[in-house]
C-alpha cells in the first residue's frame, strides 16, 4: 500500500480511467453536502492559494481489466467526492470561456483520441453511467430533479456559479473558482497492491457512511476476482447480474446469515463477523477465474434451497413444504447448514423426496423432544455443524437416524420414557415451542377444513389463578393440583377465546367453547368435571398422538 498527499484533480490529470465498481452505491450525496463541499471551496476562494482543505483519503485499486487501452483504477472509498467533484468541473466548464472550457473537457474529463471505453476519465457506477455520460462527454445539460442526484448536484454548482456572490458581494469568478480547486483540495491517496485486502481498509475508512455487511464485503471481494469492463459483457457485469443479484433479490437482508450457513455446511463454525474473512480465504485458494465463478454459481445454486427454508411457499412438494413450515416455525436455524446438504443431495439425484421428508421430519422430532424434556438449545448449533461435516455419499436416512441417537447428556435424543414422562409431568407453558406443539397436535387430526390457528392463544383449562370457584370444584388438594399440573400439557389447549375464558368455573369455559373448531377442545367438552383425572387422563391421549407425530431415537 502507498499513500501520499496529493490534490484532488490529479485524479482527473493525465492518462487514466478511475471507475465506481459496479457493485458501489449510487450517487447518494445531498445539497447538505453540495453545501459543505462549496462553503469550504470559498474558504479557500477567499483566502487565495496560500490555504489548503483536506478533503480525506481516497482508496484506489488497480482494475483486473483487459490490458489494452489507458490504466484503470477501481475507486474502493471516495466515489461520492470524486463524483461530485466531476459534476463540478462540468458546471465550471459551462461557465467559463471556450478555451478554459476545453481544457477542463479534454485535460480532466475525458482522454482524447481514445476509444470509446476509454474516454471518459471518470465512471460511476452503473446507475449513474448514462447520465454521467450525458453530462460530461455529450454536453447536454440534465433536467433538474431534486429526485436525480446526480442533475440537481450539477444545478446546484452551476447556480452557485452563476448567481452567488463572495464577501465582496461581488459575483463569483468561476476562472478563480477552477484554481481554487486545481490548488486547494488535498487528500490523501491510497494505492492498494495485489497483496493488500482493499474491503479491510474500505471498512476502516467507510465510518461515516453506511457500514458495510458481510455480504457487502463478499460480494465486493468476489467481483473484484473479475475482469473489469465500462461495457456491457464483461465478466465482472456478466457474473454480477447472472448469479449476485438473483442471489440478493431472492434473498435480500437473509443474504449474511445464509453466507454464513454456506460457509458452514463444510463443517466450520462461523461466527457472524468472521463470514467474510471465511468466504476470503476459501476464495483466495482458487486460482483460476472459471473456479471461482463456479462458487458464485453454486453460491446462487444454494441461495434457492435457502429461499424455501424462509419461504416454505416455495417448495412446490406439500409434504416437504410441511416439514419446511414446521422447521421454520421452531426457529432451528442452527439446522440450516445441514439442510443445505439435504437439498442439494436431493437436487443431484442422491436423495427421493419421500427420504428427505423423513430426514426432516427427524430433525424436527429431536429438536421438539429436546425442547418437551428441557434439553439445553446451546450445543445445537454445534452438533448439526458437526453433522453437515460428516454428511455422507449414501444410505442418508439411516445415518441421520443413527447421528441425532448417538449423543448423550446435552447432545442426547430423548427416548420414548424421558419424552413421556416429562410431557405428562414437567411444566411447559411459557416454553418457545409449546404453542408450536399444541398447534402440531390440533393439525394431525386433519380436519376435511382447514382450520385458522392463526389468532389461537394457548389457554388453561384449569386457570392460571385459583378463584374460590375452581377451590371449591377441586375440594382440598386444589393447591397441590394447581401447583403441579396447571402448565402441563393434560390443561393446555387452543382457543380464540382466552380473554373471555380467563378464570371462568369449568360449566361456563364449556359453554363459551361450545362451538369451538379446534378439535383438541372436543374432549374437554365431554368431561363433567375438571380435575387431577381428567389432566392426566387428557394427557396421556395427547402424548399418543406425540409419538405418532414426533419419531423417537434408535435404541
Known amino acids: 500500500m502507498e499513500a501520499s498527499p496529493a490534490t484532488v484533480i490529479q485524479y482527473f490529470n493525465g492518462e487514466k480511467q478511475n471507475l465506481i465498481p459496479l457493485f458501489q452505491r449510487p450517487y447518494s450525496w445531498t445539497e447538505n453536502n453540495w453545501q459543505t463541499l462549496w462553503d469550504d471551496l470559498m474558504v479557500q476562494y477567499e483566502v487565495g492559494d496560500t490555504g489548503t482543505h483536506f478533503m480525506g483519503a481516497i482508496v484506489s485499486v488497480p482494475a483486473r481489466s483487459v490490458p489494452v487501452g489507458v490504466s484503470k483504477y477501481l475507486i474502493i472509498d471516495g466515489q461520492q467526492r470524486l463524483t ?194 471465511a468466504t476470503r480465504a476459501k476464495l483466495k485458494r482458487m486460482d483460476l477465474t472459471e473456479e471461482v465463478e463456479a462458487e458464485v454459481q453454486s453460491m446462487q445454486r444454494f441461495g434457492e434451497f435457502y429461499a424455501r427454508f424462509l419461504l416454505p411457499d416455495q417448495e412446490e412438494t406439500a409434504s416437504i413444504r410441511d416439514c419446511l413450515e414446521n422447521i421454520k416455525e421452531l426457529k432451528v436455524r442452527t439446522s440450516y447448514p445441514l439442510l443445505l446438504r439435504l437439498f442439494d443431495t436431493r437436487q443431484n439425484g442422491h436423495l427421493s423426496d419421500v427420504e428427505l421428508e423423513k430426514c426432516l421430519r427427524l430433525i424436527e422430532s429431536f429438536v421438539v423432544r429436546r425442547a418437551v424434556c428441557g434439553v439445553p438449545t446451546n450445543p445445537l448449533n454445534k452438533l448439526f455443524i458437526q453433522w453437515a461435516k460428516n454428511f455422507p455419499n449414501t444410505d442418508h436416512v439411516k445415518w441421520l437416524h443413527g447421528s441425532l441417537s448417538s449423543g448423550g447428556a446435552r447432545s442426547r435424543f430423548p427416548k420414548d420414557t424421558e419424552f413421556a414422562a416429562a410431557f405428562m409431568t414437567q411444566p411447559q407453558y411459557g416454553r418457545e415451542s409449546t404453542r408450536f406443539i399444541l398447534c402440531r397436535l390440533e393439525k394431525s387430526f386433519k380436519h376435511k377444513e382447514t382450520v385458522d390457528l392463526s389468532t389461537a392463544t394457548i389457554e388453561h383449562v384449569l386457570p392460571q389463578t385459583l378463584t374460590q370457584e375452581w377451590i371449591n370444584e377441586l375440594g382440598s388438594e386444589a393447591e397441590e393440583v394447581h401447583n403441579t399440573l396447571v402448565n402441563t400439557f393434560g390443561n393446555l389447549t387452543l382457543t380464540s377465546y382466552n380473554s373471555e375464558l380467563s378464570n371462568l368455573p369449568f360449566s361456563e369455559k364449556k359453554a363459551k367453547l361450545e362451538n369451538t373448531h379446534i378439535e383438541l377442545n372436543r374432549w374437554i367438552l365431554q368431561q363433567a368435571s375438571w380435575g387431577t383425572s381428567e389432566i392426566e387422563e387428557r394427557a396421556k391421549s395427547l402424548l399418543l398422538m406425540a409419538n405418532n407425530i414426533w419419531l423417537s431415537p434408535l435404541d
Open 84 to 277: 461530485t467533484v466531476s459534476l463540478l468541473l462540468c458546471a465550471l466548464r459551462d461557465c467559463l470561456d471556450s478555451n478554459s472550457a476545453s481544457r477542463i473537457q479534454e485535460v480532466y474529463l475525458t482522454n482524447r483520441f481514445r476509444d470509446p471505453e476509454d474516454t471518459l476519465k471518470f465512471v460511476p457506477t452503473q446507475a449513474d453511467r448514462d447520465l454521467y455520460r450525458t453530462i460530461a462527454l455529450d454536453r447536454q445539460l440534465p433536467l433538474k430533479s431534486k429526485d436525480v442526484r446526480m442533475a440537481a448536484a450539477y444545478h446546484f454548482f452551476k447556480d452557485k456559479l452563476t448567481k452567488s456572490t463572495d464577501l465582496n458581494d461581488d459575483p463569483i469568478d468561476p476562472a478563480k473558482v477552477l484554481i481554487t480547486l486545481e490548488q486547494c483540495l488535498q487528500i490523501v491517496m491510497i494505492n492498494l497492491g495485489d497483496d493488500d485486502d482493499p474491503y479491510l481498509i474500505f471498512e476502516s475508512l467507510n465510518f461515516k457512511g453506511e457500514p458495510l455487511t458481510q455480504a457487502d464485503l463478499v460480494r465486493n471481494y468476489l467481483l473484484m476476482r473479475f475482469r473489469h469492463s465500462i461495457s456491457a459483457g464483461g465478466e465482472q457485469e456478466r457474473v454480477y447480474s447472472k448469479y449476485w443479484i438473483p442471489l440478493e433479490s431472492m434473498l435480500k437482508s437473509n443474504l449474511t446469515e445464509f453466507l454464513r450457513h454456506y460457509i458452514m455446511k463444510d463443517g466450520d463454525d462461523i461466527k457472524q463477523g468472521g463470514i467474510y474473512a
